[in-house]
């Protein structure tokens, strides 16, 4: 129920013009702070500015102002508490699901290495599904809607077990690591995506969804046993401007990683792995992952010279030092995000991801990045030998190949 008119406080008023101030002015973040609803919120402001006041007006004591500072911390305090329980309860009553992340299981931490290639490990992430990209708006370099993505996904499952099965030396793996990286759909974060998109958010959802329960059910096969930690990226987020507080559980991604782990619930080949923050810890045979989407690693910015590289090697350093002093030292940061493929290498370790979507109008028109195909992330981790095999697993044949030119030449003379 309402409050009247009546029943606010000028000072009230200003407390929450105030708060509108502090959330820029976004009314739905701002009732969320104090835990009420977006429309209770609105009828405040309005009733605000029928009396004529604003953030600056002058109706309370000093002892008053920090009254009411205290007491919309206390709102904002419990609003928080209420928002990670309903984490909790999301997974115990809506998806019967466990509220604890289970261990690793322990094929990952020691197996023979005896003829046998590693642990296959996949990075699937920046699918960007439901975007549309015209031919047209890159200079012919990319072309992608729904139809196109599905392909891309069938075509990334069927090579990268292709490369594992038939590719390797001693294709005998205890199981698979696949990690689910973020930005799975693109979401209508921006006025251009809501006008250009290819179908409704909810329709990206339910498709996505669908081939992921197809791919991970491909790999099962394949591999036998599955290891899919999940993290959330930046498009999937419910609400225009990004969060920090709770922001895990408001994505729609975390949604569809739920849903999955509900749906594979009683397939004793799969595990998931989805933590209620950013960031997803395991290891393999000892060696010790870090995953993150790659859109909170405390860097912006890249170089006209070396591209992403720049912000990448910080934010891997960064994220490492943060995470030893939390005792959870890391040995690889797995990233996309930057929708460009970096292997693992001495002089920075991590590995980021390509993308599914591969050239958009953003990349080609704004930040004037070089076009690279459409591909994602696929290496071995060997228990003896750690990293070894790297692919980039391509979802689109190479543009203006010479599909007709010798397999090698020379030229036998220089040109006077």
């Known amino acids: 129920m309402s409050q009247g008119r009546g029943a606010f406080t000028d000072a009230e008023l200003v407390s929450r013009l105030m708060l509108l101030a502090q959330h820029k002015g976004v009314k739905a973040e701002a009732a969320r702070a104090i835990g009420i609803s977006r429309g209770g919120f609105v009828e405040s402001i309005k009733e605000a500015k029928r009396r004529k006041l604003t953030a600056e007006s002058k109706v ?11 007491k919309m911390l206390e709102q904002q305090i419990a609003a928080i508490n209420r928002e990670n329980l309903e984490a909790q309860e999301i997974r115990q009553t809506i998806f019967n699901l466990s509220s604890e ?15 046998s290639s590693g ?13 549309r990209v015209l031919r047209s708006n890159v200079g012919g370099a990319n072309a992608f809607n729904r139809e196109i993505a599905k392909e891309r996904i069938k075509r ?39 006008e250009t998109n290819d179908g409704s958010v909810v329709q990206a959802l339910v498709e996505v969804e669908e081939m992921l329960i197809w791919g991970l059910a491909e790999c099962a096969r394949a591999f036998g046993k599955l290891l899919v930690p999940c993290v959330v990226g930046n498009h999937g987020r419910g609400t225009l401007k990004p969060r920090t507080g709770n922001n895990v559980v408001q994505s729609h991604e975390w949604g569809v990683y739920t849903r999955l782990n509900r749906h594979f619930a009683r397939d004793k080949r ?21 995953l993150h989407h790659g859109d909170r690693l405390g860097v912006k910015g890249g ?17 490492g030092r943060q995470q030893a002093q939390m005792g959870r030292d890391f040995d690889t940061l797995i990233g996309g995000h930057y929708h460009t493929r970096l292997p693992h290498s001495d002089g920075v370790n991590a590995i980021f991801n390509g993308s599914l979507i591969g050239p958009s109008p953003y990349s080609h028109m ?18 003896r030998y750690g990293i070894t095999a790297q692919w980039a697993v391509y979802l689109e044949e190479k543009q203006n190949s010479m599909k007709h030119a010798p397999w090698v030449q020379w030229q036998d003379r220089i040109a006077a």
């Open 60 to 70: 309370m004591s000093e002892a008053d102002k920090w009254k009411t500072k205290a």
């Open 101 to 115: 992340t289970p261990d690793p299981p322990s094929w990952l931490l020691k197996f023979k290495p005896a003829k």
């Open 303 to 319: 170089d006209g010279i070396i591209g992403v590289l720049g912000p990448i090697a910080r934010g891997t350093i960064k994220a």
């Open 119 to 131: 642990v296959p490990m996949m990075m699937w992430s920046d699918w960007h599904y439901g975007e």
């Open 366 to 383: 704004l930040l004037r990045a070089p076009p690279t195909r459409p591909s994602q992330n696929l290496w071995f981790h060997h228990p």
């Open 270 to 290: 799969i595990q998931f792995m989805i933590p209620e923050e950013n960031d997803a810890y395991f290891s393999v045979c000892g060696h010790r992952y870090f």
């Open 156 to 194: 990334l499952v069927h090579t990268s077990i292709d490369l594992a099965k038939n590719h390797m030396t001693f294709p005998k793996y205890p199981g698979a690591v696949i990690c689910l990286g973020g930005d799975m759909i693109t979401g209508d974060i921006h006025d251009d995506l809501r």
